[in-house]
């Protein structure tokens, strides 16, 4: 047999491919420092919540507890209303999330579908609102709240959060993504345009409609500044704003502040770990035309 000869190895490609090494090692190590940097805060939450008040304060500190607090889990419901608290919370986020989905999947397909006179012109105002900081309207918003009597109720905490710009733009694209063929075989067919969105195409977007359900329910959850302005009865707050204003007046207990904080994460890690593949799907598949 003919002996094979094997061509030498160009010493150009060994360097792209050392370089191609070195590129793909700084970036995991750039991406593993990103992780921690995320990851610590909530390492540091969790020790807290089980230390007492001496240890935290003791210096230096570390990372594990020297003594476990349980007890802190208990205590913090005694201390400030949390059950109610947790159940405002739930309301508000979950209604908020439900509405949105519903009134920007309504506001988002008429803008895709529908050609009625001013159309372009509503949308640019949309996209205007996407670019105001949601402080600017915080004074004129709870002006209005005050004169309807809304202020520490659970209709002013709601409505004016019940649909976004940016759901309706989410929304509008995912329809645009859609073919019309779908709905006009329903409209020969003789169905309603109120049947065609309920039975086609709000089922058809599901993907998008989850995912901003899951982004309100997420953001009005966590929210502080709007739960802390339009209310002041404690059983009326939220959890992050009660806990925000559970501080002593020459001390905080910082142990008890950690616990709550994470009872009050724990339902929305929960929720996340079973729509996650959903959620990423509904972003991936909504395309930005």
Not at 9 to 31: A, Y
Not at 66 to 73: G, R, S
Not at 170 to 188: G, S, T, V, W, Y
């Amino acid at each position: 047999m003919p002996a094979r000869t094997l061509r030498p190895v160009d010493e150009s490609d060994q360097r792209i491919r050392r370089s191609r090494d070195v590129g793909t090692f700084l970036l995991v190590l750039l991406l593993c420092a990103a992780v921690f940097v995320t990851v610590l805060p909530f390492l540091w939450m969790l020790s807290a919540s089980v230390r007492t008040q001496g240890d935290l304060m003791a210096h230096p500190t570390t990372l594990l507890p020297t003594e476990f607090a349980w007890e802190n889990y208990t205590e913090i419901w005694r201390q400030i209303p949390f059950a109610r608290q947790l159940l405002n919370t739930a309301l508000f986020a979950g209604t908020v999330a439900v509405g949105s989905v519903l009134l920007d999947a309504m506001a988002g397909y008429a803008l895709a579908r529908f050609a009625f006179p001013g159309r372009t012109a509503i949308f640019v105002i949309v996209l205007v609102t996407l670019m105001l900081p949601p402080q600017v309207t915080l004074v004129p918003v709870y002006n209005l709240l005050s004169e309807l009597g809304w202020v520490d109720t659970y209709q002013g905490l709601i409505v004016p959060r019940v649909a976004d710009a940016f759901g309706i733009f989410f929304m509008r694209q995912f329809f645009l993504a859609l073919p019309m063929d779908l709905e006009d075989a329903a409209r020969i067919d003789g169905s309603s345009e109120l049947r065609i969105f309920t039975r086609i195409m709000l089922p058809l977007a599901w993907p998008a409609a989850l995912t901003i359900g899951l982004f309100n329910l997420l953001a009005n959850w966590n929210d502080l500044l709007w739960p802390l302005i339009v209310t002041s009865d404690p059983d009326m707050r939220t959890l992050p704003a009660g806990l925000a204003l559970f501080k002593g007046e020459h001390v905080t207990n910082y142990g008890l502040l950690m616990a709550g904080s994470v009872l009050a994460l724990l339902p929305m890690m929960v929720a996340f770990l079973f729509v996650q593949r959903r959620f990423v799907n509904g972003i991936a598949t909504t395309g930005i035309k």
